[in-house]
């Protein structure tokens, strides 16, 4: 059973891992081309409230209640059955999307003053924003139907495809920068509107990349509009609460934005490099695991069959952990390295690198929380359960909220540079905000507050319900994965002590000197397994 479920991870872990490796390369062109400035900040707003609506679609929302509904109609019903489901979902989410989209370009002007208040309305910057905003919307659309093609290849084992997409968003965008920005130039627009545009045409590419695999299933869609049809109701009934429950750590960060918004001109380029680099764990193993697991447990429910739901959780847990842990501790004490390494050139200063590296260590810290709820709230939403994560969900978006504004008073009432930001500002607090050099850094710690809160709120709700049971042999494993990740600490603080500056190096010298640093770190977790008596075997489970 976990055989087949490493397998499967496997293979979308490996495909991710390829569409990570051209999203890196994307977000260093970003870097070099744009740096950190105001016209950035306002791409990275803009493209973020379409974003949002893909990950509510492709990692949550829609994901989470169209797999188990599928999963029930094949178990239960014949293809025609699937064929119709299918055609009928497909045309009432193209209805929806079309009408949300539409709304969206026109309300735009207003979309921005909700979600960056802090570009001054009527700003050069504000309705750069606005403009980026109405073209980089569409791709919701588009890459919202890729993910119910996508969420029909995984229910089928066909998880390559899907995997792969991303890539092409990254090739148009890398594509619109080198190419498109100098035309830009030339015809007097402002350079950054290519990636606008360079979003928009990926949501095509992606979404007709994955129609000739459907068609092979003879599952390529007629929509039809049927809101009347029974699964259609119940995605529906099912969908409207997991828009909190499976996209609570995209809710806060997109509040996160909103209030780097406020602060510092560069702050929101400083957060998006920072989550672009938590994007490797999270995107090629929480991801892949989420994904994988999802159809798993939605057929274990299905088939009735308890023992091999709560095998699965199991795996699901221990696999989080083995990788969560040792990811924190990386990102954590690699965080200057990293961004050195990657980022620092062209207009990407070092201010920028140290900026992003402060944010980066802070919502690293909940790495392995982020990567247990891609376990957890599929957990409920397999068993037709939207309400419980709700429940998490809505707390955790409180407590970033009351922990976001906790630690802007803490900084104003205790540290000597918000008291002095705040006499500057005479008094005025939002104006003193944006003076204040690091504040971004404790938006990205609420995040990672909110992130534990999450999980341990799923957690505890699991239990509660008693459709998990431990399986034998968790005292050991901790115990394996405490030792390999002290004498991990151990060896990568020792290398930062001997390289402690990386910012007066060649981009080759500090490239090999992060191999190093990665490659130690990683051979002696590992090597600390093996001496503990854990074995490669094991990640295959009962």
Same mark, same amino acid.
């Given at each position: 059973?976990?055989?087949?479920?490493?397998?499967?991870?496997?293979?979308?872990?490996?495909?991710?891992?390829?569409?990570?490796?051209?999203?890196?390369?994307?977000?260093?062109?970003?870097?070099?081309?744009?740096?950190?400035?105001?016209?950035?900040?306002?791409?990275?707003?803009?493209?973020?409230?379409?974003?949002?609506?893909?990950?509510?679609?492709?990692?949550?929302?829609?994901?989470?209640?169209?797999?188990?509904?599928?999963?029930?109609?094949?178990?239960?019903?014949?293809?025609?059955?699937?064929?119709?489901?299918?055609?009928?979902?497909?045309?009432?989410?193209?209805?929806?999307?079309?009408?949300?989209?539409?709304?969206?370009?026109?309300?735009?002007?207003?979309?921005?003053?909700?979600?960056?208040?802090?570009?001054?309305?009527?700003?050069?910057?504000?309705? &750069? @924003?606005?403009? *980026? !905003?109405?073209?980089?919307?569409?791709?919701? $659309?588009?890459? %919202?139907?890729?993910? =119910?093609?996508?969420?029909?290849?995984?229910?089928?084992?066909?998880?390559?495809?899907?995997?792969?997409?991303?890539?092409?968003?990254?090739?148009?965008?890398?594509?619109?920068?080198?190419?498109?920005?100098?035309?830009?130039?030339?015809?007097?627009?402002?350079?950054?509107?290519?990636?606008?545009?360079?979003?928009?045409?990926?949501?095509?590419?992606?979404?007709?990349?994955?129609?000739?695999?459907?068609?092979?299933?003879?599952?390529?869609?007629?929509?039809?509009?049927?809101?009347?049809?029974?699964?259609?109701?119940?995605?529906?009934?099912?969908?409207?609460?997991?828009?909190?429950?499976?996209?609570?750590?995209?809710?806060?960060?997109?509040?996160?934005? &909103? @209030?780097?918004? *406020? !602060?510092?001109?560069?702050?929101?380029?400083? $957060?998006?490099? %920072?989550?672009?680099? =938590?994007?490797?764990?999270?995107?090629?193993?929480?991801?892949?695991?989420?994904?994988?697991?999802?159809?798993?447990?939605?057929?274990?429910?299905?088939?009735?069959?308890?023992?091999?739901?709560?095998?699965?959780?199991?795996?699901?847990?221990?696999?989080?952990?083995?990788?969560?842990?040792?990811?924190?501790?990386?990102?954590?004490?690699?965080?200057?390295?990293?961004?050195?390494?990657?980022?620092?050139?062209?207009?990407?200063?070092?201010?920028?690198?140290?900026?992003?590296?402060?944010?980066?260590?802070?919502?690293?810290?909940?790495?392995?929380?982020?990567?247990?709820?891609?376990?957890?709230?599929?957990?409920?939403?397999?068993?037709?359960?939207?309400?419980?994560?709700?429940?998490?969900?809505?707390?955790?978006?409180?407590?970033?909220?009351?922990?976001?504004?906790?630690?802007?008073?803490?900084?104003?009432?205790?540290?000597?540079?918000?008291?002095?930001?705040?006499?500057?500002?005479?008094?005025?607090?939002?104006?003193?905000?944006?003076?204040?050099?690091?504040?971004?850094?404790?938006?990205?710690?609420?995040?990672?507050?909110?992130?534990?809160?999450?999980?341990?709120?799923?957690?505890?709700?699991?239990?509660?319900?008693?459709?998990?049971?431990?399986?034998?042999?968790?005292?050991?494993?901790?115990?394996?994965?405490?030792?390999?990740?002290?004498?991990?600490?151990?060896?990568?603080?020792?290398?930062?002590?001997?390289?402690?500056?990386?910012?007066?190096?060649?981009?080759?010298?500090?490239?090999?000197?992060?191999?190093?640093?990665?490659?130690?770190?990683?051979?002696?977790?590992?090597?600390?397994?093996?001496?503990?008596?854990?074995?490669?075997?094991?990640?295959?489970?009962?």
């Amino acid at each position: 059973m976990s055989g087949r479920l490493l397998k499967s991870t496997a293979v979308f872990s490996s495909m991710t891992f390829l569409s990570r490796i051209s999203g890196l390369v994307r977000d260093q062109v970003y870097a070099h081309v744009f740096g950190a400035s105001a016209a950035m900040d306002a791409f990275v707003v803009a493209f973020r409230i379409p974003n949002f609506m893909r990950r509510l679609s492709a990692e949550g929302s829609f994901s989470m209640a169209f797999v188990p509904v599928l999963a029930e109609y094949k178990a239960k019903g014949d293809h025609a059955a699937v064929k119709a489901l299918v055609d009928r979902v497909a045309g009432v989410l193209t209805a929806s999307l079309l009408v949300m989209t539409g709304l969206a370009i026109v309300l735009a002007p207003w979309l921005m003053r909700v979600f960056a208040p802090g570009f001054a309305p009527g700003s050069e910057q504000a309705e &750069l @924003a606005t403009l *980026m !905003l109405q073209i980089t919307f569409p791709y919701a $659309l588009f890459i %919202s139907l890729a993910s =119910l093609v996508g969420g029909v290849l995984n229910s089928y084992q066909k998880f390559a495809v899907p995997a792969l997409s991303p890539i092409l968003l990254n090739i148009s965008m890398i594509a619109a920068a080198l190419c498109l920005v100098p035309h830009m130039q030339a015809w007097g627009y402002e350079p950054v509107l290519a990636l606008a545009w360079g979003v928009f045409v990926a949501g095509i590419l992606q979404l007709a990349f994955q129609l000739p695999s459907l068609a092979k299933l003879g599952l390529l869609p007629r929509p039809r509009l049927d809101l009347a049809h029974a699964g259609v109701r119940k995605i529906m009934k099912l969908m409207v609460p997991t828009l909190f429950g499976s996209s609570v750590a995209q809710v806060n960060l997109l509040f996160n934005t &909103l @209030a780097a918004s *406020m !602060l510092m001109g560069g702050s929101v380029t400083w $957060l998006y490099y %920072s989550d672009r680099l =938590l994007e490797f764990p999270l995107g090629m193993f929480g991801v892949a695991i989420g994904t994988v697991i999802l159809p798993h447990l939605s057929s274990r429910h299905a088939s009735s069959d308890p023992e091999g739901y709560s095998k699965g959780l199991d795996w699901g847990f221990r696999l989080c952990l083995l990788i969560g842990i040792p990811a924190c501790i990386g990102l954590v004490l690699c965080a200057q390295p990293l961004l050195a390494t990657l980022f620092q050139y062209g207009r990407f200063s070092e201010q920028d690198m140290r900026m992003s590296s402060l944010s980066l260590m802070a919502q690293s810290l909940a790495v392995p929380a982020f990567l247990l709820v891609k376990v957890l709230a599929p957990a409920f939403y397999s068993r037709q359960d939207t309400r419980t994560p709700v429940k998490a969900a809505v707390a955790s978006i409180l407590i970033n909220i009351v922990c976001t504004v906790l630690l802007f008073v803490a900084m104003f009432s205790f540290s000597p540079m918000g008291q002095a930001a705040l006499v500057a500002a005479d008094g005025q607090w939002l104006e003193a905000l944006k003076k204040v050099e690091g504040a971004h850094a404790l938006l990205a710690l609420a995040i990672a507050v909110a992130g534990w809160a999450n999980a341990l709120q799923l957690w505890w709700y699991l239990r509660r319900a008693r459709v998990y049971q431990l399986q034998p042999g968790w005292g050991r494993f901790l115990l394996q994965l405490l030792v390999a990740s002290v004498l991990m600490l151990v060896a990568v603080v020792a290398l930062r002590l001997l390289w402690a500056d990386w910012t007066a190096w060649a981009w080759w010298e500090r490239g090999w000197r992060l191999a190093v640093l990665v490659g130690t770190g990683g051979a002696v977790y590992a090597a600390g397994l093996l001496l503990m008596g854990y074995r490669p075997r094991e990640l295959r489970g009962q």
